[in-house]
C-alpha cells in the first residue's frame, strides 16, 4: 500500500507537470495558427495506449513515461520528420511563422512550469500557512549527529546564527538545504561566536552516508516501546526520562553518556508519565541501554512540553501572494545554485544526479497534499530550469537558435538543425543513461 501511495503520487505529479508544460507550447502555437500533429503525455514509441483525434491534432497517452510532446508541424525535433522538411514550407508549418512568433512557442512550457510553481507556492501559502520554529527558541542549541557536520566542525548544542552572511531566522522544511549550499555557517556555541567553512565537496561526502537531517531539534527521551525481555518493565510508552543518577537528562542526546558510565548498575531516575514527575530506579545492561525503544515526538507535542515554540503564521490570499513569489524565487536561485554544483567537479556533486528513481524517492509513503505540491512546485522548477538549458533537442537549444536568428537575421539552415538536433537528442540519452545509471549503482551499493 505504501508503494501505491508513493507511485500514485509520483504519477500525479509528472503526468501534471508534462500536460502543462506541452499546453504551454500547444497553446502560443494554436494562437498563431500552427498546426499541432500531436498532444501525448509519455511517449508513443510503436504504439499507444489511449488515442483520439480531435480537429487536426490527436491527443494520446504513450507507454513509455519518460516524458511527453507535442509535434508541431514544420519543426525540427525529436521526431526528425525529413520528408515533411523537404517539402516547400506551408503558411500553417512552425518554420513558416516570424522567429519572434516560434520563440514564443518554445518559451510557453519553461514559462507555465515557472508560473505553476509561482501558484502552487502562492496556494500553499494560503492553504498551509507557516510553520516553524524561531532560531532564537533553540536555546540550547541544534542536535548534530551526522558525520559530515562532526568532521566540518559543527557540535551539538551549536546555535545557527547565519549561512553566507544572511541571518538564519527560524528552524523549517528550509533549513538543511539552507546549511548544504552555503560555503561559510557562523554558529554559537557556548556564548562565542564562530564561522565554520563548509567542505567544498560537501554533498559527495554527505553521499557515504545513510540519509538523514544535516541538523535536527534537540528532543526528549521519550519511551517508544519496551522489550519483552526489558529489565525496566516499569517503563511505559511515552514516558519521558528526564534524569539519570541524578543528572538532568533533558535532551535524548544527553543519556548515552550517562547510560554508559553506568553499565550494569541500577540508577535513580525521574519520569514524566501523563504530565507528572516520577522518581524510579532503571536498571542499565552490560552495554550501557536501558533496553527501551526510543520514541518520536513532534514538533507540536515539543511545544505541549514547553521544549520549543511552534510558530503558526496564517496569510489573507492578498498577503500569500507576495509570500508564495519569495518562496519561488528563493527555490529557483536555489536550484540555480545546485546546478553550479553539480557542473563543478571539485564538488563531487555529480555523482549524486539522478533519475526517475531519484524523483520517485522523495515522495513520501503516507499521503499528504502539502508534501505533494511542495514536491510537485519544486519538480516544476527544476523542469523549467532543465528545458532552459542551451541543448539542442530542448527547449532552450531552439531558443538560442532562434536569438541567433533574431540578432544576426540569419536563419541556420535546415542540415545544420537536423545535425544540432541528432547531436542534442545523443547528449540528452547520455545524461538520461548517466542519471539513471547512478540510481542503479546507488541501489546496489545501498548509498
Excluded: C
Amino acid at each position: 500500500m505504501d508503494l501505491f501511495i508513493k507511485l500514485s503520487q509520483f504519477l500525479l505529479s509528472l503526468s501534471l507537470l508534462i500536460i502543462l508544460h506541452e499546453l504551454g507550447h500547444f497553446i502560443p502555437a494554436k494562437l498563431f495558427k500552427t498546426r499541432v500533429e500531436k498532444f501525448y503525455l509519455f511517449f508513443d514509441v510503436k504504439y499507444s495506449l489511449l488515442k483520439k483525434k480531435i480537429g487536426e491534432t490527436e491527443y494520446g497517452i504513450g507507454w513509455l513515461p519518460l516524458g511527453g510532446y507535442v509535434k508541431i508541424s514544420g519543426m525540427i525535433d525529436e521526431s526528425m520528420d525529413k520528408e515533411q522538411m523537404a517539402l516547400p514550407p506551408q503558411p500553417w508549418e512552425f518554420r513558416s511563422k516570424p522567429a519572434y512568433q516560434r520563440l514564443i512557442i518554445m518559451l510557453g512550457g519553461v514559462t507555465v512550469n515557472f508560473i505553476l510553481a509561482f501558484i502552487i507556492y502562492i496556494g500553499m501559502a494560503f492553504a498551509y500557512g507557516d510553520t516553524y520554529v524561531a532560531s532564537t527558541d533553540f536555546k540550547d542549541g541544534m542536535l548534530i549527529e551526522n558525520p559530515v557536520m562532526l568532521k566540518a566542525g559543527f557540535k551539538t548544542g551549536d546555535k545557527f546564527l547565519a549561512a553566507d552572511g544572511k541571518p538564519i531566522e527560524r528552524f523549517d522544511n528550509d533549513i538543511n538545504m539552507t546549511i548544504i549550499m552555503a560555503k561559510k555557517v557562523l554558529v554559537e556555541r557556548n556564548g562565542i561566536q564562530q564561522e565554520i567553512t563548509m567542505p567544498i565537496d560537501l554533498v559527495d561526502q554527505l553521499s557515504k552516508y545513510e540519509k538523514g537531517s544535516l541538523i535536527a531539534t534537540r528532543t526528549p527521551f521519550v519511551v517508544g516501546a519496551v522489550a519483552e525481555n526489558s529489565p525496566n518493565t516499569n517503563l511505559l510508552p511515552k514516558d519521558i526520562i528526564t534524569s539519570l543518577n541524578g543528572k538532568s537528562t533533558r535532551y535524548f542526546d544527553q543519556a548515552a553518556a550517562i547510560l554508559e558510565s553506568n553499565k550494569g548498575k541500577t540508577i535513580p531516575a525521574t519520569i514524566v508519565r501523563d504530565l507528572k514527575p516520577q522518581n524510579i530506579t532503571l536498571i542499565v545492561s552490560k552495554e550501557g541501554k536501558l533496553e527501551v525503544q526510543p520514541g518520536g515526538v513532534s514538533l507540536e507535542s515539543l511545544e505541549k512540553l514547553g521544549y520549543y515554540k511552534v510558530s503558526k503564521k496564517e496569510y489573507s490570499f492578498a498577503e500569500a501572494i507576495p509570500v508564495g513569489l519569495i518562496k519561488g524565487k528563493d527555490q529557483l536561485i536555489g536550484y540555480g545554485k545546485q546546478l553550479k554544483m553539480i557542473f563543478s567537479p571539485s564538488t563531487g556533486a555529480y555523482k549524486q544526479v539522478g533519475g526517475f528513481k531519484a524523483i520517485f524517492d522523495i515522495f513520501p509513503e503516507t499521503w499528504s497534499w502539502e508534501t505533494f505540491w511542495r514536491i510537485t512546485a519544486l519538480l516544476s522548477i527544476m523542469l523549467g530550469v532543465m528545458n532552459l538549458l542551451p541543448i539542442p533537442a530542448l527547449d532552450g537549444g531552439h531558443v538560442m537558435f532562434l536569438l541567433y536568428e533574431i540578432f544576426s537575421g540569419k536563419k541556420p539552415s535546415d542540415k545544420f538543425l537536423e545535425n544540432a538536433q541528432m547531436v542534442g537528442f545523443v547528449l540528452l540519452i547520455t545524461l538520461l543513461l548517466f542519471a539513471n545509471g547512478n540510481d542503479i549503482y546507488k541501489s546496489i551499493i545501498g548509498k
